[in-house]
């Protein structure tokens, strides 16, 4: 099953679309799936971080990939997160996930009871051994505190716990050397700022953020640069970095940094036309009127309107 | 209910007794309560952080409630930790808490989202109001990465959405602002080797996770100090210290502090035959046997040996 | 020689008067000194953190010194920092204070190298060794980034490498441990809101740079503490933290919190007559008018005017 | 004089040799720079971190500089770090280093005190208008602390405070940014690591410690990158990003980072004949013979043999 994931290319992590209640607005996710696959996507990343994973009940979380799995109907890979800061929790995520039919669980480190890095692996292996479906390494310290590590990262694909990793650290330098050290496996950058870079250095795709607001861009980019031209990824990054500044926008003595970027996400793919609402989980406080207004201003800007029907 | 709740005194976080399949061990967990009743605690702290509540999932939660509201039986005031990372399922956590009894819920600021204060703040007012079981406010950054401020405890406090404060900051110096700002906040510490100092500045109790294995000796420590007598917290404390020394018997190289720390209060509280089985959830890793035979003749050095039957 | 200072009480850690031209004001060092002894302090210190030693060159220094050694005249021990990133350098001010007529020279862990523990023992050992003069451990490691741990201070201890400890950890967990670990060891706390828990553990004084300001008060305050009245210590504790709030007035949207907390011990000491000039050594930018008179405002409500001539 | 610096292409940070007795080998630094020169370098940094600037007295600086620009002696750029804690002695190094004839100083934030962002641009404007010699900015956080962060730098080359910029933050994406908005600066980067795409997102230049032993690689990469060639760039970045394996040769339990890192670049510039010892300055601790061995073994691996008569 691993190999039949051949997991590559552009990946959105996707938000989350919330309806008044709070609720999952299924009808937005489906609309929100299918204009990733018109833009091209290789496949799509649901429960990560982007889509608030840790803020979803269980039933939220059997909603978004019920949905998600229907809507994409084996068009591309479906990743699922099984995020959760213990094993126990992590294997019920995973093999919820399995049986409801995505193709692999994106897994972080423990969290809250800062782990040894035995600990850590010995957390992959429990769940590979458990939940019945391919793991994704996934390194976000920003969010769990711990790292994985080029050491960790190289013992769980040694003892084929991962088949992929994601990498969010925000450190390049680790990322290379485990692009050195481990070139068969699939290592996909969640970087949004470094995604050219990354694949020319070997990355085997990007998963940002960003790319719920414009797919295209990331199947663009990620076509220039893995085809080697160097300039046209580079001016389509540069492009992506602009429009990227909208996670700036909202005031961040009013409002945490996780939730002006996903708020912003958010407010963009609505604005787009592509979900209802841009209302987030609590406890993340919504952008303001003017902040959403800054943002539309800057999608006009780079020919970012509302999609047609 | 928050004023009958006179939170005070010695309130040990337990840990939660698992047996071979890592089912929590409801035996073990009422002859632990009952060991802590017969020494004189004032209140017991289910599913916090010493009792695994990061790793236990939602049916494990439901037995530690269950079983500790009937061992405790209305004798003391039973506070649970309502744990989780998103304001969500803290909700749901501490709705199923009031519904099996508990007397109040402990809750943390959120955590992987990284808040803003007022974030915090807000996710607090949002669980109050649903919750519809008094809160603790649970400042444990360690574990979740933000801190409980003591401007935020103090909005808290104003805005009635919490009864009391644990405080496992490890900084003295704010808890002592607390207290100064707030004198009339029961405000209770989670610091082992501070809690003559901490009563001695006002503090209403301690919440010890060294508890579990002497809960004798924090009653006596919390008496000695709450009448004034330095010199007998002190050397209560100093013993105390002594005892600690088990936490970090495990070789910090092969297993982390979290696993050093829990697994010898479990070790512990076996030998002295209160529970049955040492075994902490995954992905902690356990000590060794060398290492518990260390902690086993420090137990003996101070008297602690296996209860008599 | 390390016998005879018997180090204990309190130690001010005073600031650098400034003329207008950034040199040294040695007038108005030599008031605060009058100021300091007159008040009954024990001993002083002088290129401490509070004294901008940081951002003092090598003549400042040597003034600072020779200033100091000629107004205090062997009624209390001079401690000097000899405060630098690297071991040469600081062998350089440690004799040249010792030539001056210092008793002891108080030293930093080594910084901008991220040394490992043995490295900065070595430092410790080879200043000791080229010194001729007495060494006091200095833990700041908000200044310097590395910990002076109680096992560091241990070796360094029994390694006849320093005759006192300062601690300005901001950790009284590992303070109260060094205090277990070696009672014979004066050690002194440089915190100015646990001055009365510390001298209760065990504490042989108090370095608060808040004793510029108000020396009477940390006299009175030891006093009651080291005779057992808790009571009367922590009354004075309490107005003394009101006072500190003097650090917190300037904005530090503004300006940082060195420069926050320095200029209000140079404004408070200049406002009571002692001192000329409030002025700090730059990069610190000043306080406003408007702050300034928020913190003469504090100290009329305190009691704490002018100096009667 | 900023214009005619034209900072670019290689620029290696040298190591400064000692002598049995600590004093600086000015022989053996001529010759290090004489291998550098012919190796093709595009400028020289003396006093920078891998030279072990904050462990050099003045003395110690004097001799480095009055070495170098003699050796140099105009046929390429002589960089100097002014680095020190504090405006006034940062202020002294600079115009010292500028009478000695450097081309230009480089300076980091000020240390120790925590500076305000406001208070480290009050530094270089102060450093500035007292110096007399262009200011390139030094951004090494993992030394000083603080950041210069994009908005600083920004702040640093619109008022004319600094000419260049040698990024060390190890924040690739802040580096980013920086190229993007301000284009027309000279922004070279210490990482050995990610040389290649640092020239190619357009970095003027490289400023890499392990240039010291391998300058004709550097040169080679430089060469490569800024002419377009990806894949000949990243080869030479492969080959020596195995030679940087050589910081990570010493047992990191037993010395710090620094001292691992700046032994085997000496270790290795001794070991090809241009140095005459390895030693670093206290209390930096030694390389063991067997991992100077190592060092020698992955040098002749990768054909990196003493250097022929």
Chains 1, 2, 3, 4 share one sequence.
Do not use: W
């Amino acid at each position: 099953m691993a190999d039949s994931l051949r997991l590559h290319g552009v990946v959105p992590p996707l938000v989350t679309p919330l309806g008044p209640d709070g609720d999952v607005d299924a009808a937005s996710l489906r609309r929100l799936i299918r204009f990733q696959l018109d833009a091209g996507v290789h496949g799509v990343f649901l429960c990560g971080s982007s889509g608030e994973v840790a803020l979803l009940d269980a039933g939220q979380r059997r909603v978004v990939v019920e949905t998600a799995v229907d809507e994409v109907a084996g068009a591309v890979p479906v990743l699922v997160g099984a995020v959760d800061s213990g094993t126990r929790q992590v294997i019920g995520h995973a093999r919820q996930a399995g049986t409801l039919g995505a193709d692999a669980v994106v897994v972080t480190a423990p969290y809250y009871v800062q782990p040894h890095p035995d600990e850590i692996v010995a957390h992959f292996h429990a769940v590979r051994d458990a939940a019945g479906i391919p793991l994704v390494a996934y390194d976000i310290p920003s969010a769990v505190g711990a790292r994985l590590t080029p050491d960790i990262v190289e013992r769980l694909v040694e003892t084929d716990a991962v088949v992929a990793l994601k990498d969010s650290s925000g450190d390049l330098a680790g990322f290379r050397e485990i692009l050195r050290r481990l070139p068969e496996l699939p290592a996909l950058t969640g970087s949004e700022l470094f995604a050219d870079t990354a694949v020319q250095l070997g990355a085997a795709g990007v998963v940002p953020g960003l790319g719920n607001v414009d797919p295209e861009g990331y199947v663009r980019l990620y076509g220039a640069a893995a085809a080697g031209d160097v300039a046209a990824a580079k001016a389509e990054q540069d492009r992506l970095a602009r429009l990227f500044t909208i996670t700036t926008v909202a005031d961040r003595r009013r409002i945490g940094h996780t939730a002006g970027a996903l708020g912003a996400f958010k407010a963009a793919v609505a604005l787009r036309g592509v979900i209802s609402d841009a209302r987030t989980s609590p406890p993340l406080l919504p952008l303001t009127d003017a902040e959403i207004r800054e943002i539309a201003a800057l999608l006009g800007d780079l020919g970012l309107g509302p999609l047609r029907p």
